[in-house]
């Protein structure tokens, strides 16, 4: 059902926010590569070659980024430029890291918090979120490997340590989705910085990165972020509801409306099987098949993904607070198929055939 469900949705898509280079198409690229990696299936690459063609131009000058503003001072932009670097690293053609390099130069004048840590957006000044780290540092770091500039992958991995000292929650064991340093935002907590609440998307955007990171710099380099990787992973795991999902508001069972949100429990599958495969936690063997059987439903039009948060943030938007608090995030919409939800659903379940030592045959449905 999973690859056949996939291969529709990929068939299917358009780019998320037309004329924009944005994050949510890259996380359809990541699952693309995902698959096309663990499956040997053609038809994964084709479905990604199709799909960043669209939004990868030539000029005289360069490959540039279709409707990317490095003005905009967005790490959000940053994600899809990993596809960028793999697709470079995979046929050795100049234009990839020609586009790329648009994503570098923005981060190189990122505005930072005084403890210098990149500001999430222009428009969000002085705070980090969680999102961001998954966003920029796994690029910034690939980067750096792949042109010979270590001292991008020293100043990635300082910046997502300090990150991770900001917004830390002892009493919860936890990450705050984010911090505003300057303590002005009406959300943050005047003594720590921190949003209220812990929100699981949130939280999986960070242990997708820090997996990821590992896999990048090794085990040495790692090390200074290692203990913490390994209880953030622990921590999670020790929050899995019985149906193998996790709550929308991740540590609070009780709280009324709370639901198991499919979105992060994929983001959790995949920073699990991807952690124990580099020896950071023990991931039970069935996280794969719950999930599936926990997010995949048979809707009107054929199997779908369902119970994902559409989005959330912190701060105005659409004349809408957003406070960060449990009864906020529980209120926002919930849809189907988006694809925050579906990319990393395609990474969970291919990093579940690398688990399982399988290499899948073209062309057969699992």
């Not at 500001?119 to 000044?125: S, T």
């Not at 709370?258 to 023990?282: H, I, P, R, W």
């Amino acid at each position: 059902m999973l690859i056949d469900f996939f291969d529709a949705f990929a068939r299917d898509y358009h780019a998320y926010k037309r004329g924009t280079w944005c994050y949510e198409d890259g996380l359809l690229y990541r699952g693309l590569q995902f698959l096309s990696e663990a499956t040997g299936d053609p038809r994964w690459e084709a479905h990604l070659m199709r799909l960043i063609n669209e939004q990868v131009q030539d000029g005289p000058e360069g490959a540039t980024l279709f409707g990317y503003d490095p003005a905009e001072f967005n790490v959000d932009h940053v994600l899809s430029g990993r596809s960028l670097l793999y697709l470079h690293q995979k046929t050795g053609e100049a234009r990839w890291l020609s586009a790329a390099g648009h994503l570098l130069t923005q981060l190189k004048n990122h505005p930072r918090t005084k403890s210098g840590v990149y500001w999430h957006k222009l428009k969000y000044p002085w705070q980090v979120w969680l999102d961001g780290l998954y966003m920029w540092a796994p690029f910034q770091i690939g980067y750096g490997q792949e042109t010979g500039d270590d001292a991008l992958v020293a100043d990635a991995l300082q910046q997502v340590s300090t990150a991770l000292d900001m917004t830390y929650n002892a009493s919860t064991g936890l990450y705050a989705h984010a911090v505003d340093e300057a303590r002005l935002q009406p959300w943050a907590d005047a003594q720590t910085g921190h949003n209220p609440a812990h929100w699981s998307r949130a939280v999986g955007w960070l242990a997708m990165a820090l997996v990821d990171i590992r896999e990048l710099v090794g085990a040495a380099r790692f090390e200074p972020l290692e203990a913490r990787a390994r209880g953030l992973l622990k921590r999670t795991l020790d929050l899995r509801q019985p149906s193998g999902l996790w709550l929308q508001v991740m540590d609070q069972p009780d709280l009324a409306g709370n639901y198991g949100e499919s979105s992060a429990s994929a983001m959790f599958v995949y920073a699990l099987q991807k952690g124990s495969t580099l020896g950071l936690c023990d991931a039970p063997s069935d996280l794969m098949d719950k999930l599936t059987a926990g997010v995949m439903k048979q809707g009107a039009n054929g199997p779908e993904m369902a119970g994902m948060c559409e989005v959330a943030g912190l701060g105005y938007y659409e004349s809408r607070f957003r406070d960060g608090s449990a009864e906020y995030y529980v209120s926002e919409k919930v849809v189907s198929d988006d694809v925050k939800g579906v990319g990393p659903m395609m990474m969970a379940y291919a990093v579940s055939l690398e688990l399982e030592g399988q290499r899948m045959p073209s062309k057969v449905s699992a």
